[in-house]
């Protein structure tokens, strides 16, 4: 098992085609593919978030409060089997600077945790009982945890030359349900962004770069608001009002609405 830690802000954009195809000649000055990034390909990530039963983490995340905290499962593998590698992560958000904790372990590892609160048995030095301390934290607190929402996408990631710390990273085809939430289940469901857009994250832990600062400038892209989680859930909601208040179309009702005799009468109206 291993164990990272992360603190860095996350910058969102919301990029076209055009600008996406544009800015990438400028990345290739001063960036390097990632090591997964085989021949320029980008690759999957699958995750699974976990929420409570009335879905307080996404909810309190939405009304953008100083700080916040969610938990997901995450693999790198669709489907993933019960021995591959997956990771459980706590991400922190506090006024714009987010940390995470993730712990390394298999899928079977993890849901065994998840589901029972059952841990690893090779938990041998401190990282690895210090993290599964703060899971329990975590557990604790927001009790019955369960999983809420599964959100994959394509991946394409960069890190600087000069500072490998530096990361852009470029996802498309983001796909969300609410429905077959596991990891073991191949990735399907409704899509979030168009296929001709890319959101940019930029991951930094100090300034930006001035000369992605001003290619950004000269290509007009501009910073949002977005969390992908956010958007689904957002979504999510909107289909459940929007059923809510669709009339139920009847016999009567039909008759009701037309004012042509001739489709009264076939409807049997008159």
Not at 58 to 73: H, V
């Amino acid at each position: 098992m291993a164990i990272s830690t992360f603190m860095r802000k996350e910058l969102k954009y919301m990029l076209s085609m055009e600008q996406y195809e544009a800015l990438l000649e400028k990345i290739h000055q001063h960036m390097n593919p990632d090591k997964f990034c085989v021949g320029g390909k980008d690759y999957g990530i699958y995750n699974v978030y976990y929420d409570t039963p009335d879905d307080y983490l996404i909810r309190n995340s939405l009304s953008k409060p100083c700080y916040k905290e969610k938990i997901r499962l995450r693999s790198y593998a669709s489907p993933a089997n019960p021995d591959d590698r997956a990771f459980l992560e706590i991400k922190k958000k506090i006024n714009g600077v987010v940390t995470k904790r993730r712990v390394t372990l298999t899928l079977a590892e993890a849901d065994a945790y998840l589901s029972r609160r059952q841990k690893p048995v090779n938990l041998s030095n401190y990282l690895q009982k210090q993290i599964f301390s703060e899971l329990d934290v975590f557990m604790d607190h927001y009790a019955n945890l369960q999983p809420k929402q599964y959100i994959s996408y394509q991946r394409s990631a960069f890190f600087g030359k000069d500072d490998p710390n530096f990361r852009l990273t470029f996802d498309r085809q983001i796909t969300e349900r609410r429905y077959d939430l596991s990891l073991e289940l191949p990735s399907y469901g409704a899509q979030i962004i168009a296929p001709n857009q890319r959101l940019m994250e930029v991951k930094i832990s100090g300034a930006m770069p001035l000369w992605l600062a001003e290619a950004m400038s000269e290509l007009q892209i501009q910073h949002i608001s977005f969390s992908k989680y956010g958007r689904a859930y957002t979504r999510f909601i909107r289909e459940q009002l929007y059923a809510e208040r669709k009339p139920k179309i009847t016999k009567t009702s039909r008759i009701i609405q037309t004012k042509n005799p001739a489709v009264l009468y076939q409807k049997g109206g008159m």
